[in-house]
């Protein structure tokens, strides 16, 4: 049985940062792509950041230079958040998915989440 489960969330002021850790059992994340999506109230849920098997990475245009995801071993992932901003408030998820041609594509499982909250 598949299950991710996200932690490391909290609440920050403007400018902080935090690491979250996504732990992962029943798939390896060295066999797929990775990546980090985040949900605020009231809007979709957008692609973070992700990361291909052999290290490519794509991230959203609002977080690049700011925010790193990593993958530590075949069970753990993290994404560091630097110099955090309001706008960053969000329900964050891991997810395994297929990186190909620059793209992500996520398969359907999520985790409950980790919530972060800025304060400005």
């Known amino acids: 049985q598949v299950q991710l489960v996200e932690s490391g969330g909290g609440m920050v002021q403007t400018g902080g940062s935090l690491r979250l850790s996504c732990a992962a059992s029943?798939?390896?994340?060295?066999?797929?792509?990775v990546a980090w999506y985040r949900q605020a109230p009231g809007k979709v849920r957008e692609l973070v950041a992700a990361i291909s098997t052999s290290g490519r990475t794509i991230y959203a245009d609002s977080v690049k230079g700011r925010f790193s995801i990593s993958r530590a071993s075949a069970n753990t992932m993290f994404l560091q958040m630097n110099s955090l901003k309001p706008e960053d408030t969000a329900v964050y998820y891991c997810n395994e998915g297929a990186y190909f041609n620059g793209e992500y594509s996520p398969k359907n499982r999520w985790g409950q989440g980790t919530q972060v909250t800025v304060s400005s």
């Open positions: 029943g798939i390896s994340f060295t066999s797929n792509g």
